[in-house]
Nanobody
């Protein structure tokens, strides 16, 4: 069992930056791929990016955020980070981190993930 807790959300002006954190419990955190998703009001939860498990730092991002976000992980701290720069009003959403325990190389669907955090709100004002 893994518990995930997101933090770092808030209100930021367009063009600004935020760093979200996803802190996990559990000794085997380093073996899980961690994904970030977001859900805007009235929309479905959508994939933002992921970082693979273990010592690898392979990342993958959806096209709409490429070049603006970076995902990193610190296995010693059981934490994954989502650094977001050049934020736009359309980035406004609740951001969730999730863990995939089954070793997929590129889990893109919400159904690929076993554990979810409670989410953190990001609001980008124009």
């Amino acid at each position: 069992q893994v518990q995930l807790v997101e933090s770092g959300g808030g209100v930021v002006q367009a063009g600004g930056s935020l760093r979200l954190s996803c802190a996990a419990s559990g000794r085997i955190f380093s073996t899980y791929t961690i994904g970030w998703f977001r859900q805007a009001p009235g929309k479905e939860r959508s994939f933002v990016g992921l970082i693979n498990y273990g010592s690898r730092t392979n990342t993958y991002y959806t096209d709409s955020v490429k070049g603006r976000i970076t995902i990193s992980r610190d296995n010693a701290k059981n934490t994954v980070y989502l650094q977001m720069n050049s934020l736009k009003p359309e980035d406004t959403a609740v951001y969730y981190c999730a863990a995939d325990s089954r070793g997929r190389s590129r889990p893109l669907s919400i159904y690929d993930y076993d554990f979810w955090g409670q989410g953190t709100q990001v609001t980008v004002s124009s």
